[in-house]
């Protein structure tokens, strides 16, 4: 299992800079239209969830909640598409329902590996993040769409330079560094 996770290193550094690229475009447009901001956010779900479900077929532990991860962001991005005008009265919903349940299938993917990598640490505070933000988003959904633009936006900052950093840790494993060898 530790091989396939090292060899895949490159994942969660794609996940990650898909997640900075949208943080900037947020950052880039802040004024555009509610519905591009659907749009993007529906592309981000769905082309994430994707490389999560194609995660979920390299790796044994934690295989479970890394498809139910996946899934959960290609359900928000297909609904997404499909539903772009209501979308867009419950985006605020829809964002927090996906970083809840993402946020926890994270936190449990980063306990079941932490037996195996010590490192991964920073998946389970990427977890911690996203549950942060989703419990944000449903205490006030009527803050505007603007200013959770802008603190989606953030949020997929950090969470890409977590997982950027977390890919690179993967690269550079060695097999002295599993959590039973200390």
């Known amino acids: 299992m530790v091989g396939q996770l090292v060899r895949n290193w490159w994942v969660p550094v794609l996940r ?6 949208f943080g900037f475009l947020v950052f880039a447009y802040p004024r555009t239209t509610v519905e591009v901001f659907v749009y993007l956010f529906g592309a981000y779900a769905l082309i994430d969830g994707v490389i999560a479900l194609a995660l ?7 295989r479970g909640w890394v498809l139910l991860s996946g899934i959960t962001g ?5 609904l997404t598409f499909m539903y772009p005008s209501t979308t867009a009265v419950a985006l605020v919903y829809i964002v927090a329902a996906w970083a809840i349940i993402t946020g926890i299938f994270e936190i ?11 490192d ?15 419990v944000l988003l449903f205490s006030s959904p009527s803050a505007g769409l603007l200013a959770w633009a802008y603190l989606i936006g953030i949020y997929a900052i950090v969470y890409g330079v977590l997982y950027i950093v977390a890919g690179f840790r993967l690269k550079s494993f060695q097999p002295a560094q599993t959590a039973s060898s200390r």
């Open 16 to 21: 990650g800079v898909l997640g900075i690229l």
């Open 56 to 62: 979920s077929f390299d790796v044994s532990r934690g």
């Open 74 to 78: 290609i359900a928000a991005g297909i």
């Open 108 to 118: 449990v993917a980063a306990l079941e590996w932490r037996q195996v990598l010590s």
């Open 120 to 134: 991964m640490w920073m998946l389970g505070l990427a977890g911690v993040l996203s549950i942060f933000l989703g």
